[in-house]
DNA sequence: ATCCAGGAAAACG
DNA sequence: CGTTTTCATGGA
């Protein structure tokens, strides 16, 4: 069993980092174990103390996937600003956002409109099971998550099985775009943020809350800072002064709060949103 | 039953 | 143009 051994100025918590609801498609078993799919692997793995444990992936591509290579101190000093902030960064220590494959998180976040993370990860994992590929591992199947083709041939019926909802001809959609589309990718990592966030914005279902998850996660943008039902609460709480609370955010509102958001927490903002959104549970 | 969840598109003034 | 309504799903 190939084994990671942190350096002691490498901050890094596994279960943090996985469970905090950046990403959907990993299990934490009963033998304590992670297990998750990322492209066409199968990745076993778990901390103890400095060291990673895994199997699936080279060591290589494990440090990326995870982020390993970025000095996490100096991102969270940076933006160690506040009372608030600084709470979250002690309770979430080790967190670090996750280099996701940009396609698959592109759908995660179209599936997760207006819904919640149990109901996210079961409709990706449906996806998966009705159009990937099965990947054989410990005795289990996996399935890896579909190309975009394999996506934009799926009319609206064959994926009622996957409970999109009215998600689901905005996923056919964006698999057409970019199905059609090679490219894309290099196209949205060449731009600045606010001109990725309006070409990404241009595709079936992804608003400025989805576009925004889809930069930080997929495209390490960290000047992006997604504002959901939770974020705005701890805002409104905390921060900024709104005028009514339990409207559905308008864009004016969402605006405001990125714009506080990136004054006040500066670079690292979006890293600065995860801490808050991963600490906001007790 | 009613409300809520990592919202966004479409309809409406 | 900004604002309100509707949308499908399952859990609480």
């Excluded at 990718?185 to 309006?198: G, K, M, S």
């Excluded at 701890?234 to 709060?257: P, R």
């Amino acid at each position: 069993m190939p084994a990671i051994l942190l350096a002691a100025d490498q901050t890094f918590s596994l279960n943090r980092s996985l469970s905090c609801g950046q990403v959907f498609r990993w299990n934490r078993e009963q033998d304590g174990w992670w297990y998750g799919v990322v492209g066409e692997r199968v990745i076993k793995i778990r901390q103890e103390g400095a060291t990673l444990q895994y199997e699936g992936a080279p060591a290589t591509f494990i440090k990326h996937y995870f982020s390993l290579d970025t000095d996490l101190d100096a991102i969270t000093n940076s933006f160690d600003c506040d009372p608030v902030i600084h709470t979250a960064i002690t309770k979430c220590r080790g967190l670090r956002l996750i280099r996701q494959p940009a396609w698959e998180c592109l759908i995660s976040y179209i599936c997760a409109t207006n819904s919640n993370i149990p109901m996210i990860r079961k409709r990706i994992a449906n996806i998966a099971r009705d159009f990937g590929k099965p990947l054989e591992f410990g005795g289990h199947t996996y399935f890896s998550f579909p190309d975009p083709s394999a996506l934009a041939a799926a009319c609206t019926s064959t994926l009622s099985d996957c409970k999109l909802g009215y998600r689901s001809p905005y996923v056919v959609d964006t698999a057409c775009t970019i199905a059609d589309e090679k490219g894309w990718q290099d196209t949205i990592a060449a731009l600045p943020y606010e001109q990725a966030r309006r070409e990404l914005m241009k595709m079936q279902g992804v608003g400025p809350k989805a576009a925004d998850c889809i930069l930080l996660f997929a495209f390490q943008n960290y000047a992006a800072f997604p504002v959901d039902i939770w974020i705005r609460r701890i805002m409104q709480e905390h921060y900024i002064k709104l005028q009514s609370s339990n409207t559905a955010l308008t864009g004016w509102e969402y605006d405001l709060i990125r714009r506080f958001a990136r004054q006040h927490f500066g670079t690292y903002c979006g890293y600065a949103q995860e801490y808050l959104y991963a600490a906001r549970d007790s």
